[in-house]
């Protein structure tokens, strides 16, 4: 969904697309964790992706959260190193989660495990990409939408 109406607003449409892609034969835990993950990546490195903090009409406030939908996709592990290769060649903002990240259990062994491997060679489980909606459609390239 690539709009929004409050009412009495025009809607909001965007020119930039927010994607994770996932690898095909992750369990469902897996998926929901990797997600995760990788969309908290983009929300600290990209603050415009960011949209206002939210009230309830009781005036209890709660986090901001992106201001536009996070469309997820899946592929093979060779769509999936594709899309990698074409988002780092259009210098996208992106978030990457490998299989080496399930078996540690805190961010500084996580960092670890990336930086222990070769660009090439990442088991790549997740990508998120963030940028202008033709060139993120062109990182997809050959991923589908997850069922």
Same mark, same amino acid.
Do not use: C, W
């Given at each position: 969904? #690539?709009?929004?109406?409050? %009412?009495?607003?025009?809607?909001?449409?965007?020119?930039?697309?927010?994607? +994770?892609l996932l690898r095909d034969d992750l369990e469902p835990w897996q998926r929901l964790n990797v997600t %995760?993950?990788?969309? #908290? @990546?983009? @929300?600290? %490195? +990209?603050?415009?992706?960011?949209?206002?903090?939210?009230?309830?009409?009781?005036?209890?406030?709660y986090?901001?959260?992106? $201001?536009?939908?996070?469309?997820?996709?899946?592929?093979?592990?060779?769509?999936l190193t594709g899309a990698h290769? $074409? %988002?780092l060649s259009r210098a996208l903002p992106r978030a990457v989660f490998? #299989?080496?990240l399930f078996a540690t259990g805190n961010d500084r062994d996580n960092r670890a495990a990336v930086r222990a491997v070769p660009t090439a060679d990442l088991d790549l489980v997740g990508?998120? +990409?963030?940028?202008?909606?033709?060139?993120?459609?062109?990182?997809?390239k050959g991923s589908r939408m997850h069922p």
């Open positions: 969904m #690539s709009t929004h109406t409050t %009412a009495g607003e025009e809607p909001v449409r965007f020119d930039t697309k927010i994607a +994770v %995760a993950f990788l969309v #908290s @990546g983009l @929300g600290t %490195a +990209v603050p415009e992706v960011i949209g206002e903090p939210y009230e309830d009409a009781g005036g209890v406030g986090l901001p959260m992106f $201001r536009q939908p996070v469309l997820v996709f899946e592929g093979t592990k060779e769509t290769g $074409r %988002a490998t #299989s080496d990508l998120a +990409v963030y940028g202008p909606r033709n060139a993120v459609d062109k990182v997809l």
